[in-house]
T-cell receptor
Framework: DGGITQSPKYLFRKEGQNVTLSCEQNLNHDAMYWYRQDPGQGLRLIYYSQIVNDFQKGDIAEGYSVSREKKESFPLTVTSAQKNPTAFYLC????????????FGSGTRLTVV | QKEVEQNSGPLSVPEGAIASLNCTYSDRGSQSFFWYRQYSGKSPELIMFIYSNGDKEDGRFTAQLNKASQYVSLLIRDSQPSDSATYLCAVGVNRDDKIIFGKGTRLHILP
């Protein structure tokens, strides 16, 4: 079955640590996206990529980094520079353009301990 | 700044009634419109999309689009407790290759 897989489902980070969230899709989508969702808040775009080896900053990129070495994979690293990383992180993928909607992964809940 | 506005709710609707969720958008260049359902603690799921003015029906769901008024709505007929969720309106602007999400409306179906 085609889909988009995020791992891990839950992640705990100590102060000063970098952590990497995985996102893999087998939908043959060119575009991939990372969003952050805080309780009671909407989706905020962190980074997006529309083609392999290229990505752009979203609205809240500070303290995050990404790579897009393969079409199927778009990992997100939450660095120690991100001062308030506790949130629900959602990865999405879609066909290039804005006509078809996005498919979301099941999310990773990151907590700072 | 392109915006998609929704009433945050909660919107409480008795079981069996029609739930009406509304959304306005600011960019007249918007060409595609989506409704996502998000259960608490889960990820958003696409339930409807519409591109042309008018109504589009799928089972108990009807999406309505009025581009002149920059308004899109979602009607849920015969509301069930399982419809209780947050509904996100999303708008696509082709020239930007982006979809902009509203903050969502919380819907509570009263048994």
């Amino acid at each position: 079955d085609g889909g988009i897989t995020q791992s891990p489902k839950y992640l705990f980070r100590k102060e000063g640590q970098n952590v990497t969230l995985s996102c893999e899709q087998n939908l043959n989508h060119d575009a991939m996206y990372w969003y952050r969702q805080d309780p009671g808040q909407g989706l905020r775009l962190i980074y997006y990529s529309q083609i392999v080896n290229d990505f752009q900053k979203g609205d809240i990129a500070e303290g995050y980094s990404v790579s897009r070495e393969k079409k199927e994979s778009f990992p997100l690293t939450v660095t120690s520079a991100q001062k308030n990383p506790t949130a629900f992180y959602l990865c999405a993928s879609g066909l290039t353009g804005a006509n078809y909607g996005y498919t979301f992964g099941s999310g990773t809940r990151l907590t700072v301990v | 700044q392109k915006e998609v506005e929704q009433n945050s709710g909660p919107l409480s609707v008795p079981e069996g009634a029609i739930a009406s969720l509304n959304c306005t958008y600011s960019d007249r260049g918007s060409q595609s419109f989506f409704w996502y359902r998000q259960y608490s603690g889960k990820s958003p799921e696409l339930i409807m999309f519409i591109y042309s003015n008018g109504d589009k029906e799928d089972g108990r769901f009807t999406a309505q689009l009025n581009k002149a008024s920059q308004y899109v709505s979602l009607l849920i007929r015969d509301s069930q407790p399982s419809d209780s969720a947050t509904y996100l309106c999303a708008v696509g602007v082709n020239r930007d290759d982006k979809i902009i999400f509203g903050k969502g409306t919380r819907l509570h179906i009263l048994p």
